[in-house]
């Protein structure tokens, strides 16, 4: 990761955590959007009301040393990144787990900790039935959730997911410093990517963050598990 980037998040972390301190509550300054499901109208969950974020709070280093050393796992639960805009913690594919009746209104339905939360979804769906399923406490379709709001999935309401005509650009930066880009990687192709969800090559330049264009290993996210950073890399 760049310099550049670097003081980027650690201006960011110091301006959210005195707004914590002053009792403010700020949100991810991404565009609302509605997602049309099978079942339901799932609006984004840190729209109403807004939840705080899921910040770093206290004093923290990216790159982090111990996730420089690659290949290295990545953490099974908890933060695996943050994101670019509003510095909100991106998670890996699993959930901490619901005990029963906590996700579902009648009463039924459990989670593990340990399963990825679209496979939650389902299992309780299965266990509840779909009228009862909370789904304001699953994936909304900015792919995150809970209170502080963190993310689980690819962060579609911080890039426009649905342009494939391009690279998609730099939506968050991962505990080792590298980037996490979106779905695409060319015109209309998804990226070749190893188990942690990179690959070596070009992504687009951006001033913003101190992207110079170059080749590069970087991550992507992706519509299946991990869905973010599976592990940080890269492999040889």
């Not at 005990?99 to 769906?125: F, I, R």
């Not at 992706?222 to 599976?230: E, Q, V």
Request: aromatic share 8%; charged share 15%.
């Amino acid at each position: 990761m760049t310099k550049t980037l670097q003081a980027r998040l650690e201006v960011g972390q110091e301006v959210v955590g005195a707004l914590l301190q002053e009792g403010a509550t700020p949100r991810p300054k991404e565009k609302a959007r509605t997602q049309t499901a099978k079942h339901l109208l799932r609006a984004p969950n840190h729209l109403a009301p807004a939840p705080p974020l899921g910040l770093i709070t206290s004093a923290t280093t990216i790159p982090g040393s111990s996730y420089t050393n690659a290949p290295v796992a990545a953490p099974t639960l908890g933060r695996i990144g943050m994101s670019i805009s509003g510095g909100v913690n991106i998670y890996g594919p699993f959930e901490a787990g619901f005990t029963t009746g906590q996700a579902c209104s009648n009463g039924l339905g459990d989670c593990a900790g340990g399963v990825d939360v679209p496979t939650c979804e389902k299992e309780l769906e299965y266990e509840c039935g779909t009228s009862a399923v909370k789904y304001s406490m699953l994936l909304d379709s900015c792919g995150g959730h809970a209170m502080p709001y963190h993310y689980h999935a690819d962060l579609s309401c911080v890039y426009t997911a649905s342009d494939s005509s391009s690279h998609s650009p730099l939506v968050g930066v991962g505990l080792d410093g590298r980037g996490l880009y979106g779905l695409w990687e060319d015109s209309g192709e998804y990226p070749s990517l190893d188990a942690c969800n990179g690959h070596t090559g070009p992504v687009p330049e951006d001033s913003t963050y101190g992207t110079s264009g170059s080749t590069v290993y970087h991550y992507h996210t992706t519509a299946k598990a991990p869905f973010t950073i599976g592990c940080y890399g890269e492999f040889l």
